[in-house]
């Protein structure tokens, strides 16, 4: 059974930085790409950056040049390193992934962990 894992939430003076982690197990991780997604309250859950089973990333707009993303597909974790936090930053964020079985694709969605930038 497929488990992701989030870590590192809390809360931060803005500017300031964390480090989320996710662990995945129960599944084959190392071909498929691993995402954070997030969600504010009211908001609709958005991307923040994919990263693919090469490590290549993609990035929201808002985050470009501020977070950074890796994973380490020998361990099955997925990180992101959050700088120059801004309030609007605040927010649940995710881990997912998916697994390939055929043609079905199934997507799993950690339990989250809250982000919250306050002076």
């Known amino acids: 059974q497929v488990q992701l894992v989030e870590s590192g939430g809390g809360v931060v003076q803005p500017g300031g930085s964390l480090r989320l982690s996710c662990a995945a197990s129960g599944g084959n991780f190392s071909t498929v790409a691993m995402d954070w997604f997030r969600q504010a309250p009211g908001k609709q859950r958005e991307l923040v950056v994919e990263?693919?089973?090469?490590?290549?990333?993609r990035y929201l707009d808002s985050v470009e040049g501020r977070f950074t993303a890796s994973r380490d597909n020998a361990v099955g974790t997925l990180d992101l390193q959050m700088t120059s936090l801004k309030p609007e930053d605040t927010a649940i964020y995710y881990c997912?992934?998916?697994?390939?079985?055929?043609?079905?694709?199934?997507?799993?969605w950690g339990q989250g962990t809250q982000v919250t930038v306050s002076a």
């Open positions: 997912h992934t998916y697994q390939v079985n055929g043609e079905k694709y199934s997507h799993y």
């Open positions: 990263v693919t089973s090469f490590g290549r990333t």
